[in-house]
Each structure stands twice: as C-alpha cells, then as structure tokens.
C-alpha cells in the first residue's frame, strides 16, 4: 500500500486545550499559551518520527489543534491576535509542527466583542503567518445561519487573497468556513480544539483514495452492492493502520487518544485521487452523470469499514473532493466535465464541502458570500457539515492553471455566475433553524 498505493496517515494531530490560559493581560497569555504548547509538540514530533520510522508507514503531517482563539483572547486588546499569531508561528517552526489549527470562531447565532475582533484581525494574520490556519462556524441546524457573518466572511476572503496575490491568493487556501462544524476535527484548514474536550489529546487522519483507487480498478465487473463491500472492507484495512498509528504515539507520549478521522484525503499524486476511484467505478469523467450517487456509495462504505476498525471515530470521516489537491478533480474541471453546480451538488453526499476551489480574482465579495450562504443551507437543512474553503485568485481568468505546490497542488479557474446576490446579502440578520434543528 505504501509503495505503490501511496497509502500515508495524513496527519497526527495533538488536541490542546487552552482554556487555563485566559487572561485580561495579553502579555501574561501569550506566555501561558507558549509555555503549554510548546513541551508537548516537542513530544509529539519526536514520537511521531519514531513511529512512522518503525512501522514503515509514512505520516504526511503533525499538526496542533487548539481551543477556539477567539475564547481564550476575549479579555484582550483587538492586537493581541496577530502578536500571539505571529508568536505560535515562530514556535511551530522551530518545533518541526506543519500547522495549527484553532485560531477559529464560534459566531453560528451572532458575535461578541472579541469575536469581531477575531474577524477582523483575519486578513493581517493569515497573510503574515506561515503555519497558522483558521476556521468561523457560522452555521448550525440548531441556530441557522448568521448571514451577518457569511456577509463578512466574502469580504474577508477577498482581502486575505488581495494580501496574498505574489502567492496566488493563497492565504484564503488557510481559511475555512463551516456549518456544523467538528470539534475534533484533525484536518487543516478547519481543526480546532472544542471546549469539551480533555485537557489533551492525539487524533488522527488517515489517507488511503490511491489503495481504494488501485482495489476498484482491479475489479471491474463487481456489481454494485458487491463493489460497496468491497470499499469497506478497504477502509477497515487502512483504518486499523491509522488505529495503530494513534495507539503507538500515544503510548509514548502519555497523551490520551481522541478519534481517528476515517476521511479519504487525496494528494495531486496521479492514482491518489478520489476522482480516480469515482471513475474507476465506471463514469467517464468525474462530475459527469453518476458522479453524486458514486461519491455517495463512496462516502457510506468508507464509513461502515473505518467505524468497525477504530475504538473512537470522528472529525469528518468519509470523502474529501479537494479540487486542486486532488488531480483528478482537477482534470475533471480541464476536461469541462465539472463545475461550480455540479461541485456544489455532490457536497450534499460528501464529508465537507466545497473544498480547494479556485475562482477568478475579480469575483465580487457578496457572490463568495452567497456561495458560503448555499453551502451553509446545504448543512444546516440536511444536519451535515458543510464548508468553504475558496481561493479568489488576484488578476485570474477562468480557465487558467493556478500552481500551489506541495499537498495543496493545482487547478484551474472555475468560472462563477455572473448574476449578483447583493441585494439578498446585505439584507443581514439570521437565516432561521430548520424545524428539524428543535428535535430533542
């Protein structure tokens, strides 16, 4: 699976809770915080590199997810966010940690002081930080939407690509916005740490779309509930291998286990590609008619065989459809096979949402806001998380191949509608809950 497959665990994530470091002085924060984190990555990278070294399985990442920063800095002056931004920065790098996640909000039924704070401080911190990723949940099938915030939210995607543009915009590829939103979440951009965890904990993702994909091929002739059998016996297999990841970090860091995240996270590796085994399933190209009942069974076998392999599940669990971290996709949209709509429609069966996509720089704020309020509704009325993560490419055309590098690949400019939500955006208020939201 590991030479050929290019099976990884994607990431094991230390959960931090940080609740014990509020404080109304910013200097006395930042400090607490510092000293918190810093003895536990440590552990956690060295027993990470052990462990994938002697269990000959490779781990793409280790990350920190953090309780939701807006809590822990609401005592604190608005400056106290990019000082203590820049601060984890400069402390993660030094550490060998890939990301942080958490520096995050929680505005689904409105804002406080602190959280605008928060939001205002995102353009400036995302642009000036390497390492630091940030998630606003501004949805909930028990509140409904703040369209206050996904009014907010377009701006501020907008700016963080404006602040971003020698990278492509790639600030924005470091922000995402939810609707229902896991707190145990071990994947970037959208971890945080939720405030009823444990003081400290070890999650982890697994990978695995390039074995799934190699699997399919092989057995073209399956029917359909035979084929969904097949997947999920796949997914216990590459589950168990992330299970053990988990269970040998922990033992040697004495940090309690979390959840492992059964998500299947393709890389732009050609073969590693969740459009891969939706193709290999028997469509001619991903997008195309079929793709939203593929992607489902998908999603479903995946789930039945990580839940029976793993002690505690969580996080998303299920199919990622990055477009540019996944190269199928993204020669899914080259070919002409899939757009925007058609994207957003297979979001209704996958784990998250509209993820990695690129759109053109001169795309207007209130349509990114619309299209965070669409996918919102799409969770809130179903009770799934849903989320954004869009790229608004400064100076991009539609059609053009916009290159990030690393796990985060490529893709072309998705074209965007040109007619205007404006007048629907600037309405503000709340987007009432479902009934199904007052279930109890």
Known sequence: MVAIEHFDVRTVTLGVSLRD?????????????????GPLAKNLVQAVNEVSTELGVPVANRRIAITPISLVLEPCPASTYRELASALDQLLGELGVDFLG?????????????????LNSLPDVLASTKRICSSVNLASTRTGINMDAVAQMGETICETARLTASSGGFGAAKLVVFANAPEDNPFMAGAFYGVGESETSLSVGISGPGVVNHVVQQNPDLSIDELAELIKRTAFKITRVGELVLREVSARTGIPRGIVDLSLAPTPVKGDSVAGIIENMGLESFGGPGSTAALALLNEAVKRGGVMAATHVGGLSGAFIPVAEDSGIAQAVKAGSLNLEKLEAMTSV?????????????????????????????????????????????????????????????????????????RFIRRGGRFPAPLRGLTN
Do not use: Q, W
């Open 350 to 422: 996958c784990s998250v949402g509209l993820d990695m996509v690129v759109i053109p720089g001169d795309t207007p704020p209130e349509t990114i806001s619309a299209i965070i309020a669409d996918e919102a509704a799409i969770g809130v009325i179903n009770n799934k998380t849903t989320a954004v993560r869009i790229i608004p490419v400064p100076g991009g055309k539609p059609g053009e191949t916009v290159h990030f590098g690393g796990l985060f690949g490529s893709s072309p400019i998705l074209p965007v509608s040109r007619f205007s939500p404006k």
């Open 21 to 37: 470091c509020v404080d109304s002085d910013a200097r006395t924060v930042i400090r607490k915080v510092l000293r918190k984190i």
């Open 102 to 118: 958490g520096y995050t909000a929680l505005v689904h039924k409105g804002a406080t002081r602190g959280d605008k704070a928060f």
